[in-house]
């Protein structure tokens, strides 16, 4: 409907339906526009070194696991070899001295406390009959003293090879026994460390994703923790549009969206993750009725499904339609 006042002459045209209609057009969609944006993963080796092997290009997809780069680590695997022979060493020290003494040492104690209790029988055997004849008096006292004492020599002699064969087969002390184990497993963690060089200087992509771009060549020298590659997995693609002051208040984090973009015969999926608690753009003047409507909250919106983003690219543009 058109009405028509006349001030003054002048004419002044009310396009009063037109407006009302194109309001409420306007509240009814709930459209914000925006773009996608993209969260790169930059994989960087903590240490530095020749880039020896770039296995991927710019523009491909590549799937979890599959090696990215691979530095020089020449060093690293001489440091992890010769952390692998202290290893064996440190380990072959203390197997021998949980061991004892050899097979042959430990025969060589047994035959000689076979010995020492051959003597010792013997000696008292002669010390049974010395007594007889030291009680008739026909052997003197030093004699029989001569015997005694032989047979108690003897006897001690038994129980010390005794001693000797039981701690021979125990091995060494228990403090010495205690530091070769120390020994090991500073040699454990010394290997572990050298593994870790070596496997730090080849990378793999943590998730499938699109190799977004190459920063290094082959041949170049890499400092340790730079970017030799950027991937852009499909669960990184997000859109990103900006919401009035005055549609803020129906929004929240959680709430399902509808994104058209240019080429999709069908909207996707998404749902709100993040609503800004600023305005992404502020007045160089006191808010009032007037510059209100030029305040806007940046929000972010990601797929319900990430593989339906397989195909987007960032800085696409996009419309959000809010799901009633």
Known sequence: MITFFWVKGAVIAFFVGIIITAGCARRDSAGYQGYLEGEFVYIAAPLAGQLERLAVTRGTRVAAGAQLFTLEHSAELSTLREAAERMRQSQARLADLRKGLRPTELAALDARLAQARA??????????????????????????????????????????????????????????????????????????????????????????????????????????????????????????????????????????VKVAITGRPTPLSARISYLSPKPEYTPPVLYNRENRSKLVFMAEAVFTDPAAARDLHPGQPADVTVVP
């Open 119 to 256: 003597a010792a029988e013997l000696s008292a055997r002669e010390l049974e009959r010395a007594t007889q004849l030291h009680r008739t008096t026909v052997l003197s006292d030093d004699d029989f003293d001569r015997v005694r004492l032989n047979h108690e020599a003897t006897t001690k002699q038994v129980a010390e090879i005794t001693a000797q064969l039981e701690t021979a087969q125990l091995g060494s002390r228990a403090d010495v026994i205690a530091a070769a184990e120390a020994d090991a497993a500073a040699a454990q963690a010394a290997l572990d460390r050298a593994g870790w060089s070596v496997a730090q200087k080849s990378r793999s992509a943590p998730a499938a994703a699109l190799v977004y771009d190459t920063l290094y060549r082959e041949g170049e020298f890499v400092a340790a923790g730079q970017p030799v590659v950027s991937l852009l997995p499909p669960e990184n693609i997000k859109v990103r549009f900006f919401v009035p002051e005055a549609g803020l208040a129906a929004l929240q984090a959680g709430a399902a």
